[in-house]
């Protein structure tokens, strides 16, 4: 069966978040959900059971836990020991919070302003998912940011783009006694990096010489154009019993509003308090656990064609961004080419977010929310059509304005 991913589908006034924030002002290329149907077998589950119309305390039985294991299996070839290693979690995003508690026990509390506080400090590589950076924070902590290496990498044609990487140097000389938790997303949201298993396996290292829990957002990990997704909790002995891997259908299903996410925690020890540290969590719905049978276990044939899809909207995207803002006449413009995900990265030259909804009617994220202030981040997780008049859009308000 082939699916129709260029069919427009109108989410005005339906309480989505990304398309009525504004209504109709704007094309919004921003927040990461996206614009397509969620795969026919999530629909089909979730239609039995609300024909059953009975909604009673859920008893999870084994069908999510086998299906999160076949697919890593699948997929990745990774082992995952069934429900001893899962946790399942209301969302990536508490997951990311209350990890930053981590080695609490461990921090003396100190006074600060006459006030008596317990903190831990957690370190990432920015640019880096926003909610990720906050996260610590939220929970009472400290996130120290550091930036990645970034420079300028010609592919074949000779083309120039922005590549990013992380610099251990920099990451080592944050790093305090007070330090508990490296914060890892891969594939890295906005960038667009699919770490390598060598880019991964230094990151464990450096775990190791400082004794940091790694907590790896692998939210995209299904969106991979280029190389292969590695599970972190893979990469070797450290990181299989010092990591929490936290994953969801929520990207390339569309699901981020009936989401199965979970964490994969081979240590025993580990797991024990991450749980005690996520009770508040609480259980799973019903709903969610239906959409995630179906995602991971009845939908690879749609998610290969979703993923094709986006890849030549990526394609698309790469070639005519070449095309109308070339080298010679525009020395500022520069974009990532990428790996992963379906947000492209772009520098127009320190023109943020806010200036093209006012100039082009565009709703791009900025990037100063995931420290990378002058970019921009879009969202090309939509019909092609609508991508082009984006670009249209974008092309005559930078046109115009350089005039």
Known sequence: MTFDFDKEINRLNTSSYKWDLYGDKYIPLWVADTDFEVPPAVTDRLQKLVDKKVYGYLLTGNGIYDAITDWFKREYGAEVKGKPWIKIIPGIVPALAVASNLGLEEIEPAKVDGKWQQQTESVTAVPNYSALIEAPETAGNIMKQVQMKCELRADESGYEYEYYSLDFDALQAAVTD??????????????????????????????????????????H?????????????????????????????????????????????PNEELRTKFEKLSYAFGEEHVMNVEAGIASYAESDEWKKQMVAYLKANRDYLDAELKKRFPKDKYPEFKMTHLEGTYLLWLDFGNINSQWFMDNAGVFMSDGSFFGGTGHVRLNFATRRELLAEALDKIEKAVKTDKI
């Open 178 to 219: 007070k330090t508990k938790v490296l914060y890892l997303c891969n594939p890295n949201n906005p960038v667009g990096r699919v770490y390598s298993y060598e880019e991964l396996k230094q990151v464990s290292e450096f775990a190791k010489k400082n004794n940091l829990i790694v907590v790896s957002d692998e939210a």
């Open 221 to 265: 990990c299904e969106v991979v154009y280029e190389g292969k997704h590695i599970p972190f909790f893979t990469v070797d002995e450290y990181a299989h019993e010092n990591s929490i891997s936290l994953y969801s259908n929520g990207k390339l299903c569309n699901l981020p509003d009936l989401i199965m996410a979970f964490a994969v925690i």
